[in-house]
């Protein structure tokens, strides 16, 4: 079902339309376009908190700018789908996340609109920046943007980019959307430091008046806007105390601004286009602005809040008819607890992702011994290394995708210092609907790789707490990866058990081919060798457990027993866990036909796992079919 957009939105197909309405009618375009992000979301879900929260800005922007010839960079995309819409994608953002359909983040594929991919924060202050120096170069006047929230502003990569930028005489705007919010509410010292800012009541009734001095004085020439630039400067360290961040990164600071005041934006843009050089625009919005139930309830449940009653805000959720399985976050969250409760030595540590972990189940029951680092996954890595030199155990959970952003630290950091850092890999495989940004698809092959880190994965909640147990009596670096979704087991919380390291288990005898699975992928052979075992083929399946170090003892029995085997894991296949077993039968002389299944080397994008899983090859009916055409090619 296509939802219908409001009339002056029916007729915007293009920026080029936007511009053709007078200034006096940008508020009602706001309100349809605001209207029709609500109208899609509460149908079809998605990312609805930072849309919403941005719907002036963005109408603002493609009022102002020349896109896509002017380069306009949104930091991560939760907040783009009003961009979306404004740049001919209207009639087909019903499909958007939906398999085959438009991307939930910008993407230079999709659109010329979308001038450089994201998924990841922080990235947007160093693309632009990049853009604009090759404009620099090429002579190009044309304009560069950087839209980056205050939760991305606390990622590394955005302080690196602001430092080069301030020497880089660039044409560079970088748009600070402040709403006090990533997913979760914003931490550290940068959020107290724009909260000063934007609360400063001397500071804004100062910079009002030195705005309209400076218009008053500016038939005098460049020298009395030079006075009045140092006085404001001066301005800003009297009244806030400190000097400006910004300012002192070389950076002409503007703002806090009304992020809702659309004519107000328009006019701020034309002016800023006209000044040179690297400038910082500070606009202060609030997350669901214009829909109540998101503007003034948690926005952290409505930053996604799946399908909703878009009349009462009711979030729509399923009823199950019989007992379910936990999602895996939530076994990691609760178990946490448990071996806190047990072991002093125990904190958690998580990149901005409390909620999204569930480590915010130990942050609540034990504030002291969790902590949110903010969108800063190296530091996160270093920061648990750190406390394991001093005698603690961290569990430090980091997106499968995120990790690859700390690669670098835990090598040199945990791994070749042999420390006892646990990393708990969420969402590890397909993501789903995010696409390819966030599937965790390298995790095996990127960790197996490196001295010291044991890497396992549960095929189940019970395996997923017994490998945290044993985690903590390793002593050494340990690796867990676990997808995003629901386990296996309604009653899930079991007794603990440590499990020796590098130990696999059968799960079910057999005798015409051997399957082995790494992970939750392993529940789907079961169901696979149920389809096999009505044909008359006799599978036997082995749960891994760990792809470094590999059981030994158990592929010595396989590969003695077996000559056809299959391996099915949710990641890569160049160097993943399938890889693992091939070189391990080839070191120890063995032969036998191995067929792999897994993530092929492509670029994978979004949809609903088990449509990926299927497109992949490794849905239960995929495993079936390469289990019965492996047995039927050597039975020939």
Not at 47 to 60: P, R
Not at 387 to 402: D, H, R
Request: aromatic share 8%; charged share 20%.
């Amino acid at each position: 079902m296509q939802i219908q957009p409001g009339p002056h939105l029916a007729q915007i197909n293009t920026p080029e339309d936007l511009k053709k309405f007078p200034k006096e009618e940008l508020v009602l375009i706001c309100d349809e376009l605001r209207q029709f992000i609500v109208d899609n979301v509460s149908v079809y879900g998605g990312h609805f908190g930072a849309s919403l929260g941005v719907v002036e800005l963005t109408v603002a922007l493609h009022y102002v700018l020349n896109t896509p010839e002017d380069q306009l960079v949104w930091d991560v995309g939760h907040q783009a789908y009003g961009h979306k819409i404004l740049t001919g994608r209207r009639d087909q953002f019903h499909t958007n996340r939906i398999y085959g359909g438009l991307s939930g983040f910008p993407k230079r594929k999709e659109s010329p609109y979308d001038t450089f991919g994201v998924g990841h924060s922080s990235t947007s202050i160093s693309a632009a920046l990049g853009m604009a120096v090759a404009s620099k170069y090429k002579n190009s006047p044309i304009q560069h943007v950087a839209v980056i929230g205050d939760g991305s502003m606390t990622g590394g990569m955005a302080f690196e980019a602001m430092n080069h930028a301030g020497v880089s005489d660039t044409n560079l705007l970088i748009i600070l959307n402040d709403n006090c919010m990533s997913i979760d509410p914003n931490v550290g010292a940068l959020k107290d430091y724009l909260t000063d800012i934007t609360t400063s009541h001397t500071y804004n009734k100062v910079k009002d008046e030195v705005w309209k001095m400076l218009g008053k004085l500016s038939k005098f020439g460049s020298s009395a806007q030079e006075v009045i630039s140092k006085v404001e400067g001066a301005i800003k360290s009297a009244v806030l105390k400190q000097s400006n961040l910004f300012e002192s990164l070389n950076l002409r600071y503007f703002g806090p601004v009304d992020g809702h005041d659309v004519n107000h934006l328009v006019e701020i843009l034309k002016d800023l286009k006209d000044i040179p050089g690297p400038k910082i625009l500070h606009c202060v919005t609030v997350k669901g602005k214009g829909y109540a139930p998101a503007e003034n309830g948690n926005k952290t449940t409505w930053h996604a809040p799946g399908t909703f009653d878009k009349v009462t805000g009711e979030i729509f959720k399923k009823v199950p008819s019989a007992p379910q399985a936990p999602k895996y976050q939530d076994v990691f969250g609760h178990t946490m607890v448990e071996l806190a409760e047990m072991d002093s030595r125990i904190m958690g540590v998580t990149p901005a992702m409390p909620s999204g972990s569930s480590l915010n189940i130990m942050m609540k029951a034990m504030p002291d011994r969790a902590f949110d680092v903010g969108i800063a996954e190296q530091h996160a890595v270093t920061f648990s290394a750190g406390l394991a030199t001093q005698g603690l155990i961290p569990f430090c959970n980091i997106y499968s995708s995120f990790m690859q952003r700390a690669y670098d630290q835990v090598i040199h950091d945990v791994c070749l210092q042999n420390l006892p850092v646990v990393f708990c890999l969420d969402r590890a495989g397909f993501a789903g609907a995010d696409g390819p940004t966030h599937h965790g698809a390298y995790d095996l092959a990127y960790f197996r790789c490196i001295p010291n880190l044991v890497v396992a994965a549960p095929m189940n909640e019970e395996e997923l707490r017994n490998l945290m147990y044993t985690a903590v009596q390793y002593q050494g670096p340990f690796s867990i990866r676990y997808p995003r979704g629901n386990g296996v087991m309604p009653e899930w919380r079991t007794p603990f058990c440590e499990i020796p390291v590098g130990q696999g288990r059968i799960v079910k005898e057999g005798e015409d081919v051997a399957v082995l699975t790494i992970g939750h992928i392993g529940n789907y052979v079961v169901d696979a060798c149920k389809t096999l075992a009505k044909e008359g083929l006799n599978s036997a399946h082995y749960d891994m457990r760990f792809v470094k170090p590999l059981d030994e003892e158990l592929l010595h029995e396989i590969f003695g027993k077996f000559k056809k085997v299959v391996t099915v894991e949710d990641g890569c296949l160049m160097g993943g866990f399938g890889s693992a077993v091939l070189e391990w039968m080839m070191d120890h002389g063995y032969q036998a036909q191995v067929k792999r299944l897994g993530i092929p080397d492509a670029v994978i994008e979004h949809g609903e796992q088990i449509e990926l899983q299927r497109e992949c090859g490794f849905d239960p009916e995929g495993i079936a079919a390469a289990v019965r055409a492996l047995a039927e090619v050597v039975q020939a």
